[in-house]
């Protein structure tokens, strides 16, 4: 006969367990949306309060200043989603757009072209390099390739702001409208669509969020980390090129310091449509809003009258509130 104490059975519940977790736990399954609630709300209240806010003028305006931005936004969502950061992206943008502009003064547009998102690809494999095969970690990598992007572009120009007299069949590339869109718009969707495709439904795709997710596993199933990390370096450098050569086009005019801000706003983009900060996680349509959403924020801020200095503010708030998102979500997943 044996003797003993009886371990308790575990008590029967009916509860599922998915919806049993804490909610924290559960965010990152709305969270691939929730980017669009904001959206929107703002959307909705810009549209009560001003009235030139929806109109298709203004609409357009936004899209066609926010071509170069949503572009670049796309692909350095790659990298993200990737597990590295590109913050060489504006100092690139200026590089191929003074770059262009100086080179299209005596030669044909399309090798201007040609030159500048060269120019974007060739830094963005340099990056690649640095951070994936030398090991560099790629914020420190590409904000010392900015300094030095920045400074070529300043030796290009001298200083000064080039402008676009001899050639001015180049404001054709971003002034052209088609179906009364301007081409700036066309080029930006075209760009966006080509990378949301290969995100979202190629191998390639899959292997980037692989690399972000967690690299050393990806390693071992077989996927090239370094090869996928400098493609997706490639794609943004080529991206901030093609960025430069639009809004160059768009005000025939270029210099060194044009894109000082432009990391930190294609950055914010980014994270507030809610692509992860520490890679393996994004989508380039979230991005899209992300970018809009700001862009919206810059917009209304300015037909209403507010103060530029809380649009600042707001803008701050939101990606703190964005980046705070990612983290706890990643802890309570943990």
Request: charged share 10%; net charge positive; aromatic share 6%.
């Amino acid at each position: 006969m044996t003797t003993g104490t009886a371990t308790p059975a575990a008590p029967q519940t009916d509860e599922d367990p998915q919806t049993a977790r804490p909610l924290l736990t559960r965010l990152p399954s709305w969270r691939t949306a929730g980017i669009l609630l904001p959206f929107l709300a703002l959307f909705i209240a810009l549209s009560i309060r001003s009235g030139p806010f929806l109109t298709s003028g203004n609409l357009l305006n936004i899209l066609d200043q926010q071509s170069a931005i949503l572009i670049i936004a796309a692909a350095g969502t790659l990298v993200l989603i990737s597990g590295g950061i590109d913050l060489s992206v504006g100092a690139t943008y200026a590089l191929s757009g003074v770059v262009s502009a100086q080179y299209a003064q005596n030669h044909s547009i399309l090798a201007a072209i040609a030159l500048g998102v060269g120019i974007g690809l060739l830094v963005g494999l340099v990056n690649g390099f640095i951070s994936s095969v030398l090991r560099i970690n790629s914020l420190i990598a590409t904000l010392s390739m900015s300094f030095i992007i920045s400074g070529l572009a300043s030796k290009v120009t001298d200083g000064n702001l080039i402008v676009l007299t001899g050639h001015p069949a180049f404001d054709k590339i971003a002034q052209t409208s088609f179906l009364s869109v301007r081409t700036s718009i066309w080029i930006a969707l075209a760009a966006i669509l080509f990378l949301a495709i290969l995100l979202a439904r190629t191998t390639t795709g899959r292997y980037l969020y692989a690399a972000g997710g967690n690299a050393e596993a990806a390693r071992l199933a077989g996927v090239r980390v370094n090869r996928v990390r400098i493609a997706a370096f490639a794609a943004s450098g080529t991206a901030a090129g093609l960025g430069g050569i639009i809004d160059t086009s768009r005000v025939l005019s270029a210099q060194s310091s044009s894109g000082d801000a432009l990391a930190f706003t294609v950055l914010a983009g980014i994270v507030v449509g809610g692509t992860s900060i520490l890679g393996g996680e994004g989508a380039v349509w979230r991005t899209v809003v992300g970018v809009l959403f700001i862009a919206l924020v810059g917009n209304g801020f300015d037909l209403l009258g507010v103060n530029p200095l809380y649009q600042q503010t707001t803008l701050g708030v939101i990606l703190l509130l964005a980046v705070g998102l990612d983290a706890w979500s990643r802890a309570a997943r943990r």
